[in-house]
């Protein structure tokens, strides 16, 4: 289970997060999971997108924040 936390309106991709380890981007109208973004080893509870719309950041309860580029 996991909770809608970021989502890109021109591209129509949402960022998921939530109880687990692991952030998936997904394509809305196609319901298509794009890619999986790995990294951290607890919750991640927390993402932020950037105003240009190209960087993921995530923070996690381990302590660690990881930076993601987007295509």
Do not use: E, F, N
């Not at 991709?13 to 990294?39: F, M």
């Not at 932020?48 to 924040?65: F, N």
């Amino acid at each position: 289970m996991g909770c809608l936390l970021a989502v890109r309106a021109k591209t129509r991709t949402s960022y998921k997060t939530g109880v687990t380890r692991v952030q998936s981007l997904w394509d809305l109208p196609r319901a298509k999971l794009i890619y999986i973004l790995r990294g951290h080893s607890q919750t991640v509870p927390s993402v932020a997108l950037t105003g240009d719309k190209k960087t993921l950041v995530s923070g996690s309860w381990d302590g660690s924040i990881k930076v993601w580029g987007l295509a």
